[in-house]
T-cell receptor, first 111, second 114 residues
């Protein structure tokens, strides 16, 4: 099993550009989440999904969109990048009541 | 609102010492608690998961305990090694949510010197 995979590993965007961070898991987990990690702030939940076709907002959803068309994939879209979205983004998956598994992260810089 | 606190923020010890990392949470209504390790510039590696009905979990030199009623968990590392140097994160899964969201502490950065 590859576990949770994320692409790209690094990305530099200009203010106003849009992009999609990709996340995939091969463990048939129902639950998937996106977090961002910032110095001094810890990890904060952006959006999550409890199954294909079902998504909901987390603590810091503004500026991000998600969709879940398959069990395996959970992409995160930045609509119009801003310098405040410079961060490290982690995708995670789990079954209810079990361990959450995290991807290796995407390091995003917005200039 | 659930809040998770980890103390100390940083810890330096010589190799071979036994040590304890602390995690506290404000709402005892949790589904489970998970300890992670994060190396600089890397992702999160799950160390131990404790369900709300359990008191402790062990894996090798690591032992995690949970006292749900007092809102506390500890991670005990026996015979520390330089390879244990990393940031350790504690996270709780609230019982009243859909089950996917973890709430994280800000971590304890451990440095073990040889």
């Amino acid at each position: 099993n590859a576990g949770v995979t994320q692409t790209p590993k690094f990305q530099v965007l200009k203010t106003g550009q849009s992009m999609t961070l990709q996340c995939a898991q091969d463990m048939n987990h129902e639950y998937m989440s996106w977090y961002r990690q910032d110095p001094g702030m810890g990890l904060r939940l952006i959006h999550y999904s409890v199954g294909a076709g079902i998504t909901d907002q987390g603590e810091v959803p503004n500026g991000y969109n998600v969709s879940r068309s398959t069990t395996e994939d959970f992409p995160l879209r930045l609509l119009s990048a801003a310098p405040s979205q410079t961060s490290v983004y982690f995708c995670a998956s789990s079954d209810l009541g079990h361990e959450q598994y995290f991807g290796p992260g995407t390091r995003l810089t917005v200039t | 609102k659930q809040e998770v606190t980890q103390i100390p923020a940083a810890l330096s010890v010589p190799e071979g010492e036994n040590l304890v990392l602390n995690c506290s949470f404000t709402d005892s209504a949790i589904y489970n608690l998970q300890w992670f390790r994060q190396d600089p510039g890397k992702g999160l590696t799950s160390l131990l998961l404790i369900q709300s009905s359990q008191r402790e979990q062990t894996s090798g030199r690591l032992n995690a305990s949970l006292d749900k009623s007092s809102g506390r968990s500890t991670l005990y590392i026996a015979a520390s090694q330089p390879g244990d140097s990393a940031t350790y994160l504690c996270a709780v899964r609230p019982a009243n949510q859909a089950g996917t969201a973890l709430i994280f502490g800000k971590g304890t950065t451990l440095s073990v010197s040889s």
